[in-house]
């Protein structure tokens, strides 16, 4: 049976072209596989067939206008019966709200009737069981009992009263063990009591003396780094707190990547990466020629600060210094882990992120930015551990107020599965003994400034401070000495209860887990730095206090050997390293471990490219328009297509993108809940479980996490995945430079677009949305590579070669591309080599004009303004017979680095004969000085600026921004084809080419005021 093939409802549009003819008769075509392409003035959608069948005629061609209902082709269906058509919107009678109301109203009477019936009639007898459930109420009389006994406290009483004896109900309860949270808040005592956690099944006095042995060789690493030379720093307090936190887990928890398994990810709190050294030294991956050259990185050798994967690529995963950027990470490398599952592009082997933080950086919005994602994506694969030591660099956290409990309310807040772990074992027997509650109400009093010098001033003095408040708790102590009070640990430092709250956190299903854990910073440095204001930045310790250290641990070193400084690592065959050893062994290897086993990517073809090769003829387009073309023809080559990942800040209207939506669908982990409002139309929102484009919502933060996840999925899941993210240049760099940077040291792999860049070219949005420097600020990073292309064809270079270094040679560069809205027609790409070269060398010779062979100028211009730039080479040949060479200058960075190397060079090798760079090769053999403008500010061509030789001007858009036409911006900034042609006349004049009236009198012409203040004091 013939089939009629026909545009559906594309939106607003009237007449859009066929840019593509996908089919030809005879196709065999399955539903939902494209037809044609269609373009409007702003977005690039592929229609779908809505059967299967094979084409019998095609009715359209390209450059055809349609709208809705245009016949595009007919098919022979195979489908042996008809299914039923979908419904249209139109025959979706408009709901007659009158009866809608109505009904809803009678439903709610018989819904009340009904319930009424089910109304408990209790048993004359009280004492009687009730076998009739209200509600899930098993006894209503009791109930309301309760209920007219709080009656009655509000009305004697008031209502403080009230308040007080229902949140000592709650208290009462979680106390007796009931785990229901009634508020936000627990009471400051551990989440899992004694007799439900889980014990550790290791040897805990083996276990004892290795972390014994990491302590002393991470705080022996820093103090010996710092005898050396004081300028190297380092921290000993964060790790001395953290030790038994990372302990347990490497003990008991992580699995390493193998060839059986994926690997859990563990984000290691930066500063306390001398403790990951010192356990990779007794496991014999780090010598001790190493752990001494602890950052002393300029020499090979050396082992870097924090966990940088730039310094250390085999060894550290995760960049997380920079406080709250490791929070965000994580939470996004955890949902993008899921992505990968729910697309089916990675095996679901229960994996798990963990994620260590300290409590002051839990300041940072970055850190708690996105645990709401967290929360509603149920990422269960998730888990934080925040080590509250109470203290930061300066002091404490909250001394006035308790951060465990703070952090708890918000992350249950959001919907997170909260463990504490707040107390010791040692606690457990005086908490059982405290009937009175006593116990517990002093706990949740006393601030964390207190608990800080609890832990500075010994046993006494918490007798005296934390006890002495009530004689109760006096007397609970009375049996005890100082030193017994003195031991009574915090949890964090416990390995029972750090075993327990692990094990629990990788039992919760459908919530991320936030495992807050109480400990003291500087643990063990005695007088010399626990628990002090100062112990953040402790790095060196004297000799009696490395004394006091290596006693508080037992470490087995004489005297001597502890006066110098000496690591302690017992023998292969001790019964420490093999236990080390063979609980590594057993969870399959070692960590931190980076290791990559990705298979390349074949970069696509050079024909889905080559369409962008061709003249857009009178067509005018955006570049934006033309990379989602592109995107939409990637998206049918096989290699590529299930490997791009789409991340959208809430822009994909912005950028003409929303055919993605149908297309490739929207990720949700949820899949599709609603019947979208606009479910009838081709560019339907789409979500779905499969869904392959990242919609983030508002958060460039988040979208950038999301595609430093995706493009370091390489290491991280062995999957070379290309993401590509597409934003407002402005809110790029500027916004989130902190994670650019972060991607760079995490080698991430992928495109960053800038979309509506240029300061004059997005032109209504003003000051704040003008972007006339994201250039400048992508600069500053080693490995991106950034471009300014003006013409669809350069663009097409640059994004192949792009697919080609990063993902079929697995360069470690990204790339940073700036894309306009404005439309305007697209030449063909000019003949030869050396230009598609240039394009990726950063400038090709885009036009000759040599009419004239008099005087002459170089003329340079990137963006939309190069298109001036030739505008202005135009006047400047028929009005004032001026030559010119017009040089399309795709990106000043490149160029600068280029040349930054060849001087380098140069200067190194003064008896060799000097190298050219790329500029001085384009430039040798020109005449004329040289006028370069583009939409960002001067420095952007300043780049250049001495390595041409030759004289140089630039014009840019220094200065705010503001909101007006783009012509009229451009007049402002001095950058339009006027002022281009006035400064150019003025420049040859003053390099005595042509006499300065020229220039005069274009200034008249052209009605410039000289007198206008600089645009930057405007
Ligand atoms: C964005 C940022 N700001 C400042 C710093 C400097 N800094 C390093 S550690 C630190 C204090 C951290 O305190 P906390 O998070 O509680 O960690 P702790 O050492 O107590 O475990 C600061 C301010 C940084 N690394 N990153
Ligand atoms: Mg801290």
Known sequence: MTKDLLVPDIGDFEKVEIIEVLVKVGDKIKKNESLVTLESDKSTVEVPSTEDGIIESVNIKVGDKVAKGHLLATLESLRPTEEKPKKILEEKLPPDTEKIIEEAENSLVLKKEADEQKTITKKEDSNQKIEIVKNGDIDPIETKEWLESLSAVLEKDGKHRAQFLIKQLIEHSYKEGSDLVLSRNTPYINSIPPEQETKSPGDQNLERKIRSLIRWNAAAMVVRANKKNSELGGHIGTFASAATLYDVGMNHFWRAKNNKFGGDLIYFQGHSAPGMYARAFLEGRITQKQLDGFRQEVNPGGLSSYPHPWLMPKFWQFPVVSMGLGAMMSIYQARFTKYLINRGLLKDEGRKVWSFLGDGEMDEPESMGAIGLAAREKLDNLIFVVNCNLQRLDGPVRGNGKIIQELEGIFRGAGWNVIKVIWGSYWDPLLAKDKTGMLIKRMGEAVDGEYQAFKAKGGEYVRENFFGKYPELLDLVSQMTDKDIWKLNRGGHDPHKVYAAYHSAMQNTGSPTVILAKTIKGYGMGKSGESMNTTHQQKKLGEEDLLYYRDRFDVPLTDKQVKNIEYYKPPENSPEIKYLKKCRLKLGGNLPERSSFAKSIKAPSVDIFSAMKESTGKKEMSTTMILVRMLTSLLRDKNVAPRLVPIIPDEARTFGMEGFFQKIGIYAHEGQKYEPVDSEQLSSYREDIKGQVLEEGITEAGAMSSWIAAGTSYTNHDLEMIPIYLFYSMFGFQRIGDFAWAAGDAQTRGFLIGATAGRTTLAGEGLQHGDGHSHILSSVIPNC????????????????????????????????????????????????????????????????????????????????????????????????????????VTSFNELRKEALEVERYNLLNPDKKPKKNYIEKCMSTTEGPIVSASDYIRLNSDQIRPFTRKSFYSFGTDGYGRSDTRKNLRKFFEIDKEHIVTYSLSVLAKEQLIPSKYAKEAIKKYNINPEKPFPTKL
């Open 785 to 888: 590579k950034s471009y300014d292309p003006t013409f669809g064809y350069e663009l097409a270079t640059i994004f192949r070669d792009g697919l080609r270094r990063m993902y079929e040679k697995q360069e470690n560069i990204f790339y940073y591309i700036t894309t306009m809205n404005e439309n305007y027609p697209h030449p063909e790409m000019p003949k030869g080599k050396s230009v598609e070269d240039g394009i990726l060398k950063g400038m090709y010779l885009f036009k000759e004009l040599n009419k004239y062979k008099k005087t002459k100028i170089q003329l340079l211009g990137s963006g939309t303004i190069l298109r001036e730039v030739v505008a202005a080479a135009e006047i400047l040949q028929k009005d004032y017979q001026i030559d010119s060479n017009v040089w399309s």
